[in-house]
């Protein structure tokens, strides 16, 4: 009797504080179905990121590449122009056209020769050359120059 007594509070103190605190079973269950909608979720997120990523990478090879074809047509471009610029300055061309503009080589009396402008290690080198020259002896010089003189003379 006793004994029954003692279960029967027990149950009693046990419904009571299953009233209290609801049913576990439920509350297990909703926070394990709130757990795999929550990983479902964050999982998703990561699935979508991912693909977003992917979809980025793979947008910005074709611009790559895009942009590689203009380069090379750039390139080819800018060669064709060089060999172009080269034909319209080779010396042929322009003889070819001045020619047909009336244009002619002059006479050698029509061409006027212009005292020639000398920089300065060039003036250096002028310098050293006369101070040499006056070193050498005057009878030597018309033995090495006499002869080509001469020859200028006739």
């Not at 080819?76 to 122009?81: D, F, H, K, S």
């Not at 080198?125 to 070193?135: A, D, P, T």
Request: hydrophobic share 40%; charged share 20%.
């Amino acid at each position: 009797m006793y004994s029954e007594e003692i279960s029967s509070l027990g149950q009693r103190k046990g419904e009571k504080m299953l009233a209290l605190l609801g049913n576990p079973k439920k509350s297990v269950v909703k926070q394990t179905v709130l757990g795999y909608i929550f990983s479902a979720v964050v999982v998703l997120f990561i699935s979508f990121w991912c693909i977003w990523q992917h979809i980025q990478v793979t947008s910005m090879g074709y611009e790559i590449v895009n942009l590689q074809k203009q380069k090379m047509e750039s390139e080819n471009i800018y060669t064709t122009l060089q060999i172009k610029c080269a034909g319209l300055k080779s010396p042929q061309r322009i003889e070819d056209i001045a020619q047909q503009m009336g244009l002619k080589f002059p006479d050698r009396i029509e061409v006027v020769y212009l005292p020639q402008v000398v920089n300065s290690s060039e003036k250096k080198i002028n310098s050293l050359w006369v101070s040499i020259w006056k070193q050498v002896p005057k009878h030597i010089a018309r033995g090495l120059f006499g002869a080509i003189e001469a020859e200028a003379s006739e």
